[in-house]
T-cell receptor, first 112, second 116 residues
Framework: EDQVTQSPEALRLQEGESSSLNCSYT??????LFWYRQDPGKGPEFLFT???AGEEKEKERLKATLTKKESFLHITAPKPEDSATYLC?????????????FGKGTKLSVIP | GAVVSQHPSRVICKSGTSVKIECRSL??????MFWYRQFPKQSLMLMAT?????????EQGVEKDKFLINHASLTLSTLTVTSAHPEDSSFYIC????????????FGPGTRLTVT
């Protein structure tokens, strides 16, 4: 069974204080690992897809990296508007319908 | 691009009634759509996979007679919660994969269902 564990559950940062969120996974052959951002009361917003170990993707203050066992979402000099819950999900190779298995998320709060 | 809409955004219904939620891909075709539910402070739980022109595939523990899914076109899937009860109150979110492109799913804004 595919499993995704995210840590920490919650993270409070001062504005400008860089940090990383962790996503550990076990999957029977990884097709892709996905990062989403979810604001309260809204659907998740797609951020990144990573397909193979060593791959990195960047978008503004966010950078996602992938190893064979985990992924990190690095946040550089965060701003209050980066406050949200960040979700990690995996998709197994051979999942014909492209189903995702989600972690419980990391709730990030950035304090001005 | 890759915008998914849901309607309604909020609905309150009485116990025993049925509620229909629509999920539309606005600027792309989606053979496959997904329905999730999310309880407060918990992650998304996949309920079912909806395929255009065929029967939906339900996850273990999800009652297919209670949560009716219809995917009649490449841009529309509907979820009907039949004989709703207070325990069905939740945040329902749909997603869609763009046909012929990457593997990521794009999510709708969600529907908050409250059953009184």
């Amino acid at each position: 069974e595919d499993q995704v564990t995210q840590s920490p559950e919650a993270l409070r940062l001062q504005e400008g204080e860089s940090s990383s969120l962790n996503c550990s996974y076990t999957v029977s052959g990884l097709r892709g690992l996905f990062w989403y951002r979810q604001d309260p009361g809204k659907g998740p917003e797609f951020l990144f897809t990573l397909y193979s170990a060593g791959e990195e993707k960047e978008k503004e203050r966010l950078k996602a990296t992938l190893t064979k066992k985990e992924s990190f979402l690095h946040i550089t000099a965060p701003k209050p508007e980066d406050s949200a819950t960040y979700l990690c999900a995996v998709q197994a190779r051979g999942a014909g319908s492209y189903q995702l298995t989600f972690g419980k998320g990391t709730k990030l709060s950035v304090i001005p | 691009g890759a915008v998914v809409s849901q309607h309604p955004s909020r609905v309150i219904c009485k116990s025993g009634t049925s509620v229909k939620i629509e999920c539309r891909s606005l600027d792309f075709q989606a053979t496959t759509m997904f329905w999730y539910r999310q309880f407060p402070k918990q992650s998304l739980m996949l309920m079912a996979t909806s395929n255009e022109g065929s029967k939906a595939t339900y996850e273990q523990g999800v009652e297919k007679d209670k949560f009716l899914i219809n995917h009649a076109s490449l841009t529309l899937s509907t979820l009907t919660v039949t004989s709703a009860h207070p325990e069905d109150s939740s945040f329902y979110i749909c997603s869609a994969r763009v046909d012929g492109e990457g593997h990521e799913q794009y999510f709708g804004p969600g529907t908050r269902l409250t059953v009184t």
